[in-house]
């Protein structure tokens, strides 16, 4: 769903343009995409999964 097509209640103007407050709020909403994560974290969790795969490897 996009906010394109959406008319604000409050100023009667495309959700899209932001014009008021409450517009804003609503496509900043609707914009959102969840928590960002960090690029270092994946990398680091990679890292760790690698050496992991390779202990066990060691090991059996």
């Avoid at 996009?2 to 407050?21: N, Q, T, Y």
């Avoid at 270092?40 to 760790?48: Q, T």
Wanted: hydrophobic residues 45%; glycine residues 6%; charged residues 15%.
């Amino acid at each position: 769903m996009s906010c394109e097509h959406l008319i604000c209640a409050r100023c009667s103007g495309p959700v899209v343009e932001g014009r008021c407050p409450t517009c804003r709020n609503a496509r900043d909403h609707m914009h959102r995409h969840g928590p960002p994560i960090p690029p270092a974290l994946v990398l680091a969790g990679l890292v760790v999964l690698f050496a992991l795969a390779l202990l066990l490897q060691r090991l059996y």
